[in-house]
């Protein structure tokens, strides 16, 4: 496949996903210190000090909107180096592009399902990257009382096989399991 054939299927691929930008699978963004850090403020991204006293920039990304980066002209560098495991296998041919969109898309409908089900139970959550929720459940279900309680109990088995559907199939089709991405999910690249 020519280079121009391989970036505009990347493109395509990645406007149907947005799986890197969203908070489905990360927390946040390392910030390289030679980074033009001012700029990115000016452009609107969330960025933040971690304990450790790196600058990250916060998942969801707040440049990302309607599918795509609206900030594309002045993002991160590790945004434009990341390539999930899909686009790599797309790019390489290992992967058709009707394959790789059904992939994207089952995986939506996964998400959807899990995340449908969590903010009925724990509104809260809602603003919170997909990814964190996993280990924010059991906090929040300590402080649940009433209808949101017996709910939680009801449906807690289903939210748990939600959550294990999606992470299986990040685990699968999304991270890059060649040491590109921490174990934790936490950050990109």
Known sequence: MKLEQTEALEQRLCKACGFCCDGTLFLHVRIRESEPIRAYKKAGLQLMDSPEGKVTMRQPCSGFSKG?????????????????????????????????????????????R????????????????????????????????????????????????????LQEALDLHFYDRQGKEDDDNSEST
């Open 114 to 165: 899990y995340t449908a089900l969590l903010y009925q139970i724990f509104p809260e959550l809602e603003q919170k990257p997909v990814v964190s929720t996993y280990r924010q459940i059991r906090k929040a279900s300590k402080h649940l009382s009433g209808e949101a309680l017996k709910l939680f109990r009801a449906r807690k088995s289903q939210l748990k096989e939600y959550r294990e559907s």
């Open 68 to 112: 795509s980066c609206q900030t594309y002209h002045c993002r991160p560098l590790r945004c434009g180096e990341f390539k999930c495991a899909l686009l790599n296998q797309a790019s390489e041919g290992a992967v058709t592009e009707s394959n790789a969109l059904e992939v994207i898309r089952e995986t939506k409908k996964i998400r959807s």
